[in-house]
């Protein structure tokens, strides 16, 4: 969705527009004492738990399949030169994830991580034809907003995955991908953001040229070095 929907959104409580009232409270240790009784045995916190991440993921495809924001931020990120990925805190492991799925079949890919590729780098040389993935839940980490602002005002394309339409990476960004985080735990849910991830890495796969070139490569080398038992 881009973010000149959003507000629509919001008003009409589509599934992807997820709010605080939703989600609950937003720090893990008032989550538990609210929500993780300690006279609940494992088998009743399990099956919440579980009816609660099945609800996730039905929002999340529900949502999907009736509108295109995946789908578009794939196009962004296939029709990239360069393809910047970032997130913090929790938000990191996403970054990761997508990083190395969507390096498989994906040229110039790189993960901001502070190490092999730094944000003062990437904002030196940030071209028109660069696009930045930028992954934050909330409590929204200050880094991931400020660099989502710099990029975009440098004149790159911010695809932003992030938990509700207050997030301040929408206001930034030309794409905005809205998952619901949902949960019974003293944390918020990671299972739709994980789907997301699986979307965006097949649907810029399938799109991005030279894609299978790439992939038939990297098997050949695979293969040569022995990486795999």
């Known amino acids: ?129 660069d696009v930045l993935v930028a992954f934050s839940m909330r409590r929204y980490r200050r880094e991931t907003a400020e660099l989502v602002h710099a990029f975009a005002q440098r004149g790159g394309t911010v695809v932003a995955v992030t938990d509700s339409a207050e997030s301040p990476l929408v206001e930034p960004a030309s794409e905005v991908v809205i998952v619901p985080t949902d949960s019974a735990s003293v944390t918020d849910s990671a299972t739709g953001i994980a789907a997301v991830i699986h979307l965006l890495t097949a649907l810029t796969t399938a799109s991005a040229k030279g894609s299978r070139r790439r992939l038939t490569d990297r098997e050949s080398l695979i293969q040569e070095m022995g990486l795999y038992i």
């Open 1 to 129: 969705m881009s973010s000149a929907e959003l507000p629509d959104q919001r008003a009409s409580g589509e599934p992807g527009a997820a709010t605080q009232d939703q989600r609950g409270l937003d720090n893990p240790a008032a989550r538990f004492g609210a929500s993780m009784s300690p006279r609940a045995s494992a088998k009743t916190l399990q099956a919440r738990l579980i009816r609660k991440e099945r609800e996730n993921l039905e929002r999340v495809f529900a949502s999907f399949e009736t509108e295109d924001s995946v789908a578009r931020a794939a196009a962004l990120i296939a029709g990239a030169r360069r393809r910047f990925i970032v997130g913090h805190g929790r938000s990191a492991a996403f970054a990761h994830l997508l990083d190395l799925d969507l390096s498989h079949g994906v040229s110039q890919v790189s993960l901001i991580d502070g190490h092999s590729t730094r944000s003062i780098d990437v904002l030196t040389d940030v071209r028109g034809t």
